[in-house]
């Protein structure tokens, strides 16, 4: 086991120091860069991830006194909710009730992304907006209701909190951001991109395996199966 340590511990030293000289300009073959090993567990991890993706050393906590470091975080930060604004099936959610307060209105958070009344795109009777931390009516102009309002939503999640697809691929997306920004290399920024658009491929795997897409549609709260041709073989 001590020996397996080491042999890891040695591995990622010559990684690191393969990502430094590659950055600085010297040749280095691209398959040494292909395998950074990713933790994604929590937002420091990324941070790291991120940061040995453009040949710094790891952080043991998060200092935004450090410039770089802050700029990084903010980078992650921005991907994130990038990434979460384009509504996926984990972070949307429908039938979900808005009370009324005491005034009429109603108070929205800063984890909602988007909203829409449910099914209103069969009848467009309100366009809803946030306005003011309250949700307004755009075609009625007015921010006061006299009844709770039913709302699909797309939510805002902590980073943590969210599949490791997604997780992975914002790193990427944050990873050639930071490449961009920061180091004047374009075949790293270019790796990096390439990492991004995998990781991009295996997000969407992950979505349509979860949320069960189907190009015909279904009614809500109905079964539907596909046509499946191979059962007309069955005797």
Sequence with gaps: MLVL???LHLVTTIQLTLNLLFIRGLRVPLFFMA??????????????????????????????????????YNLLRDANVDTQAEGWHYNTEQHIKFAIDANGRIAIGNDI??????????????????RNGFIYDKIKHTDVFTQD???????????????????????????RVAATKLVANPQLVKLLAQQEALARATLMEYECNQSDHSMFGFEEGSTYQTYQPWTNLRR
């Design 5 to 7: 340590l080491v042999m």
């Design 35 to 72: 395998s950074t090993t990713i933790d994604l567990d929590t937002e420091l991890s990324a941070v790291n991830s991120i940061l040995g993706a453009i040949g710094q050393s790891p952080l043991t906590t998060l200092n935004f006194d450090n410039p770089e470091v802050a700029m990084i």
């Design 113 to 130: 992304l988007s909203m829409d009344l449910h099914n209103n795109y069969t009848k467009r009777s309100s366009d809803l907006v946030r």
């Design 149 to 175: 309002l039913e709302l699909d939503v797309v939510r805002l999640y902590n980073f943590e909190d969210l599949p490791i697809p997604f997780r992975r691929y914002i790193t990427y997306r944050a990873s």
